[in-house]
């Protein structure tokens, strides 16, 4: 009786046991060898010696045994990539470079890249991963011809040069220091790039170099010839009042609410928050067209006189004490109070906005990095895109930002460093530096 009623259901039970382990089985088969996803940048074809690859790897389920890569031409094969990984990890990034041996040339050749996991069914060839990247090997760096000879540049001033490049490139512009300017390219293979000596670089440190890397990575250089003209920087001692601190740190106060004094908000608003400015400035100045927007000089506010000027050493006195020491960045010109500001050329509105410690600002781009900067404005009557042309009222001077009384801070930008504008008002010195290189092309 019981045996009867029982075996049914023991095999029911063996049945379903049998299922559930089937199903493990190839559940744990199709995991076992499911195979990682690579993805290898750049994913143009050509490439050289210089091109630095990425590859990401990501595992699904079972970790990763080893990764290989070779490289392959004219049936010369060389491996250069061994790496055997601990701890069965689940994601990878590897960046390499091709072997630089003699033996390749340019032209056709084959990456191959090998990974596998720790699939113990590898011995059927599971959780393994092939990949083959066809590449034109390109071993030749572009060449670069300059169109002009010397250069005669001011210390904080601007400069110009045009050349042409041999061939197709991915970066272009000129180093100078810790400073790179872009080129842009004009006409047919000829580029133009506006460059800066900056303020506080020495002159014999002045050593500005065209830069260019092509599709494939290969890079070179070509140094300007350039006679670097110093400049004295006049120093200034500004005293900071009480008057001024209640005045002006309220604009500020919900940016540092940590800070209880008018005084340190101070502190925090012209180093931290001038620094971030600087940042933006940088940020701001890749904003910009391919193409000349302005044309002869640049206005100056008109009927203004020069308060302060482009370098100035700023020492900072609070109570007669030294509290910082700042370099002033454009030129300051007073005139009436609330006295019309003129855009100072043709261009594109990059920045209308409450801007730091310039207050209400405009930014206009004139085109190839060029720039103009308006500050501590009391109003603001264009917005971010608009095209203005020189001389339209863009705003009115006031006092926002750190202004101690009306003006009008002025500035000039080469991709976001800034320069001195007195060079951009003079249409002689326009003439000789700028043009004669625009032209040239
Ligand atoms: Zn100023």
Redesign the pocket.
């Known amino acids: 009786m019981d045996k009867k009623s029982s075996s049914p259901f023991l095999r029911n039970a063996l049945i379903c046991v049998l299922l559930a382990v089937i199903g493990l089985g190839v559940f744990a088969f199709i995991r076992d060898g499911s195979s990682p996803t690579l993805t290898l940048s750049p994913q143009g074809e050509v490439a050289s010696f210089n091109t630095d690859f990425t590859l990401k790897i990501a595992a699904k389920h079972i970790g990763l045994k080893k990764l290989s890569a070779s490289l392959s031409q004219d049936g010369k094969t060389v491996d250069f990539l061994e790496h055997a990984f601990v701890g069965k990890p689940m994601e990878h990034t590897e960046v390499f470079r091709l072997p630089r041996e003699a033996a390749f040339k340019e032209g056709p050749a084959e990456l191959t890249i090998v990974v596998r996991t720790h699939s113990l069914l590898s011995f059927l060839g599971r959780g393994k991963v092939l990949v083959v990247r066809k590449l034109t090997l390109d071993l030749t760096p572009p060449r670069v011809t300059l169109n002009q000879g010397v250069h005669n540049v001011n210390q904080g001033g601007s400069g110009a040069v045009s050349f042409s490049v041999s061939k197709p490139v991915q970066r272009v512009g000129v180093a100078v220091g810790e400073h790179f300017f872009p080129a842009y390219l004009q006409k047919g293979n000829d580029y133009f790039c506006f460059f800066a000596m900056p303020h506080d670089m020495a002159p014999a440190d002045f050593k500005p170099r065209v830069i260019v890397r092509d599709l494939a990575g290969n890079e070179a250089t070509q140094t300007l010839y350039v006679y670097a003209i110093p400049k004295d920087f006049k120093f200034d001692r500004l005293t900071v009042s009480d008057e001024f601190l209640n005045d002006k740190m309220t604009q500020y106060s919900s940016q540092y609410p940590q800070e209880q004094s008018p005084l340190d908000i101070y502190k925090r608003v012209n180093n931290d928050l001038r620094k971030q400015n600087l940042g933006e400035l940088q940020r701001i100045g890749q904003d910009t067209a391919n193409a000349t927007l302005w044309s002869g000089p640049f206005l100056r506010l008109p009927n203004a006189a020069g308060r302060?000027g482009f370098g100035d050493q700023r020492d900072y006195f609070y109570n007669g004490m030294k509290i910082d020491h700042q370099t002033?960045m454009?030129v300051?010109l007073a005139s009436l109070a609330n006295a019309p500001v003129p855009a100072a050329n043709d261009g594109r509105v990059v920045l209308a906005e409450f801007f730091g410690i310039y207050g209400n600002c405009v930014i206009i781009d004139h085109g190839l990095g060029l720039q103009s900067l308006y500050s501590h404005l009391d109003s603001m009557d264009v917005a971010k895109g608009a095209e203005v042309k020189k001389g339209q009222f863009i705003g009115k001077t006031g006092t926002t930002g750190l202004a101690g009384g009306d003006h009008l801070?002025f500035g000039i930008l080469i991709s976001g460093v800034q320069v001195s504008p007195v060079e951009w008002w003079d249409e002689h010195w326009i003439k000789d530096n700028v043009l004669r290189h625009l032209n040239k092309q």
């Open positions: 302060a002033h454009g300051d801070h």
